[in-house]
C-alpha cells in the first residue's frame, strides 16, 4: 500500500513536469499574443527584444537600431493592432510608395488609434526618429 502510494505521488509529480514545460511555453505564446497594443515602451527598457532581435540581426549597429529596439519593436516585431511588421515587404510596400515625408509625419504626429506619436520616444530627437524610419523601411523593402 505504502509502495503504491509513493508510486503514485511520483507519477503525479512526472505529470506536473511536463505539464509545467508545456504550460510555460503557451502562457509565452498567448503572452505574445495579447501584448497591449499602448504598452510603454521607454528607451533603455527590455521590451520586445526576444522578437525584435530576429527581425533586426541584419543591422545590428547604430543608434537608430537601439531605438528601434526599444520603442517600436513591441508593435513593429510582431504587428500589434496592424503595425507594419519590419521586414514585411507586403506590410511597407503601400506605406513606402506614400513618400517619405508622409511617414516622417506619421511618426511625428502619429496615426490614430494604433500608431502612438513619436513612437513613444519623447527623448528621440526629430532626426532620431527620422533615422529609425529610414532603418525600418531599409529593411523591409
Ligand atoms: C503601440 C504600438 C506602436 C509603437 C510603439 C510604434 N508603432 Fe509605428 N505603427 C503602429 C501601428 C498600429 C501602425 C499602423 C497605423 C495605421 O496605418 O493605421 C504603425 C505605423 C508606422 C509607420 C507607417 C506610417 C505610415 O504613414 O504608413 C511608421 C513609419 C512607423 N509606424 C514607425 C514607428 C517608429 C519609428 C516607432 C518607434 C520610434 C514606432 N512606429 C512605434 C504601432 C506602433
Redesign the pocket.
Known sequence: MKIEKAFLAIALLAAMLVQTVSASTIEDEITARIKK???V?LQGDDCGQATAGIATAANATGGADA??KA??S???SIG?????KLGNKDDWAP?IS?GMD??Y???FNG?AP???A????FT?SDDD?KA??DL??EQSK
Not at 80 to 84: I, S, Y
Open positions: 497594443a499602448g504598452s515602451c531605438i528601434y520603442s517600436c513591441t508593435c513593429h500589434v493592432a496592424g503595425a507594419p506605406r506614400k508622409a511617414l509625419a506619421s511618426i496615426i494604433g500608431m502612438p513619436r513612437g513613444l520616444c528621440c526618429l529609425v524610419v525600418m523601411v
